[in-house]
């Protein structure tokens, strides 16, 4: 179950901030780009049509700058900046987790944690990068 509140909403334009992308593409490049790359890429960047709906990866092996915040931009939207370690990126496919995602890491929870830390280091590197409101 989820549940979301909100206490305004109004038009973009009207002074609310939109996340624009991501603000630290770099870090991703370094951190997450190979790991992504490795576990994921297989079905999110084209291999499997039903993937790469619901997370398109297909520029994850771009590594123009373009491609690494198209990218990263993808992957950011998989992200809870708030609360990293519980973002969908790696609830999915994290070992032993009940939600229905057809990779597990082959159940190996060092690979898993290896791909997930790399991951982090990416997201701090967001985080710390993100403007202040």
């Given at each position: 179950p989820i549940s979301v509140r909100f206490g305004v909403?109004?038009?973009?334009d009207q002074g609310v901030d939109v996340l624009e992308?991501?603000?630290a593409v770099d870090a991703f490049?370094?951190?997450a780009?190979?790991?992504l790359s490795q576990a994921c890429a297989g079905c999110h960047a084209g291999g499997v049509a039903g993937a790469t709906n619901a997370t398109d990866?297909?520029?994850?092996n771009d590594l123009s700058?373009?491609?690494q915040a198209a990218a990263c931009g993808q992957i950011l939207s998989r992200v809870n900046l708030l609360d990293p370690v519980n973002s969908s990126i790696f609830l999915a496919a994290e070992p032993g987790s009940?939600?229905?995602h057809p990779y597990k890491f082959n159940n190996d929870n060092a690979a898993f944690e290896a791909y997930r830390a790399s991951?982090?280091?990416w997201i701090t590197a967001e985080q710390a990068a993100a403007p202040q409101q």
């Amino acid at each position: 179950p989820i549940s979301v509140r909100f206490g305004v909403a109004e038009f973009a334009d009207q002074g609310v901030d939109v996340l624009e992308g991501c603000n630290a593409v770099d870090a991703f490049t370094a951190n997450a780009q190979q790991p992504l790359s490795q576990a994921c890429a297989g079905c999110h960047a084209g291999g499997v049509a039903g993937a790469t709906n619901a997370t398109d990866m297909t520029a994850i092996n771009d590594l123009s700058i373009e491609g690494q915040a198209a990218a990263c931009g993808q992957i950011l939207s998989r992200v809870n900046l708030l609360d990293p370690v519980n973002s969908s990126i790696f609830l999915a496919a994290e070992p032993g987790s009940a939600l229905g995602h057809p990779y597990k890491f082959n159940n190996d929870n060092a690979a898993f944690e290896a791909y997930r830390a790399s991951l982090i280091t990416w997201i701090t590197a967001e985080q710390a990068a993100a403007p202040q409101q």
